[in-house]
């Protein structure tokens, strides 16, 4: 039977092997760990952005410019251009990477961490808006 005092036990025992086994990991490991935070932010923005696509209903649509690019390029074409832009960010953030130099790259991982969670913000409110007017 599984219960709490087993689990704490569970968690108090792999707590333990990773204080032992820490130093032993190398360096990269721990940077690439690290770093994980923000490819999972871009994940997360890219998979939101085509779930946007997917349930943003053509009939219901309100706002004004993406009214005019579906006219000017067509839903199609406007849905591959939203989700390169998402991309060309992606790429941006590995460009950037590339580049900076470690004091740097704090700085501008920051940067791009906070851009990436204030656009996961926005796409979460407009997903939400977007499945509960396909709902009602």
């Not at 760990?33 to 696509?53: A, E, T």
């Not at 410019?65 to 790429?91: M, N, R």
Request: proline share 3%; charged share 15%.
């Amino acid at each position: 039977m599984f219960n709490l005092i087993s689990l704490c036990a569970c968690l108090e025992n792999t707590d333990m092997f990773l204080k032992v086994f820490a130093p032993f990991q190398s360096w990269e490991r721990r940077i690439r760990m690290k770093s994980l935070s923000l490819s999972v932010w871009f994940l997360l923005l890219l998979s939101l952005n085509v779930f946007d696509i997917f349930t943003t209903a053509p009939a219901h649509e309100i706002n004004p410019v993406t009214l005019y690019v579906w006219e000017q390029l067509g839903i199609f074409l406007a849905a591959w251009f939203k989700i390169g832009l998402v991309l060309f960010f992606g790429l941006l953030c590995v460009v950037a990477r590339r580049v900076a130099s470690p004091n740097e790259w704090k700085f501008v991982k920051k940067l791009f961490l906070g851009l990436l969670k204030v656009l996961v913000a926005f796409y979460v409110f407009v997903v939400l808006i977007n499945v509960a007017v396909s709902t009602i």
